[in-house]
């Protein structure tokens, strides 16, 4: 495996390093609305945060019904906190393999925002990114909703809402640190460095992010139910339509928000020194 190894002098025709940062994202590029491949990205969104609130809404209600006892459920029936969770995790491992080499596979507003933030995509794809993930995710939970009508209704219909006995405070700071656990995966999963060192490993990027959903939905379901994706809080919000739900809707949009902005500060910032090397770059021009 290569190794990093930077040096102040490095010999004629060898590179300092293995690998190399892209541009930053300008912040408008009004170009992109002008190529296919940038509505084939939102198609790309759009179907991925549909089949990701599909399947995982579905494990979720499923659950609450086979586990119901007042129905004739089996207290240990269905596929339990675990399950569902997997069904999280595995589905965002699924749909970011699937939809990486379009979209970047974001499927996930706070992402797309972290990603923004980090100068990975501009102003206008990360906007539009996010209401195409919005819409994904009402029509997602809609077809939810039209297949078990009344078991969507009877069972919370998914919607994220803040659990009796926590308070607003620590249903936000799990939102905030579960969002960071995520974000702080995505940037790390693909940052260049890692990827020069990984292409022989194609799923390698996928896998981590998917796991990292899998752990932050055990430690946070009986929490919030655990949002960190504003899409999906706010698609299920939208067809079950509950107080309750829109009550509580505003901690999964600032809780993940907030989380990403901490993940993309800490890992640019600090861990590849962003500022230093813009700030070496200027006195080298200087």
């Known amino acids: 495996m290569a190794k990093d190894v930077e040096c102040a002098d490095p010999p004629a025709g ?12 300008p912040l408008f590029d009004c170009g992109e609305l002008t190529q296919w491949s940038f509505y084939r990205a939102l198609i790309a969104e759009f179907i991925a945060t549909l089949l990701f609130l599909y399947v995982t809404v579905l494990t979720v209600i499923g659950y609450k019904v086979q586990s119901d006892t007042v129905h004739g459920g089996d207290q240990c029936g269905g596929v339990g906190i675990l399950g569902i969770a997997w069904a999280f995790g595995g589905m965002i491992f699924i749909l970011v393999y699937c939809t990486a080499g379009i979209s970047g596979g974001h499927i996930n507003p706070a992402v797309t925002f972290g990603l923004f933030l980090g100068r990975k995509v501009s102003l206008i794809r990360a906007v539009l990114y996010m209401v195409a993930q919005c819409l994904g995710a009402i029509c997602g ?22 659990a009796h006995g926590y308070n607003t405070g620590v249903g936000l700071g799990a939102e905030i640190i579960g969002t960071f656990v995520l974000v702080y995966t995505v940037f790390s999963a693909t940052d260049p460095k890692r990827n020069a060192r ?8 996928p896998l981590p992010i998917g796991f990292a959903v899998f752990m932050v939905h055990l430690a946070t379901i009986p929490i919030t139910g655990t949002g960190i994706n504003p899409a999906r809080s706010f698609g299920a919000a939208v067809i079950f339509n509950n107080d309750k739900a829109w009550d509580d809707q505003w901690i999964f949009w600032v ?10 500060f800490y890992h640019q910032f600090i861990l590849r020194a962003a500022a230093i090397k813009a700030l070496g770059s200027f006195r080298s021009h200087a």
């Open 14 to 25: 060898f590179s300092a390093k293995d690998y190399h940062d892209p541009p930053p994202a």
């Open 198 to 205: 990984d292409s022989h490993v194609p799923v390698l990027a």
């Open 255 to 264: 809780g993940p928000f907030v989380g990403a902005a901490i993940a993309a």
């Open 141 to 162: 939970v809609g077809l939810v909703k039209a297949f078990q009508k009344s078991y969507y209704v009877r069972y919370g219909g998914g919607a994220n809402t803040l």
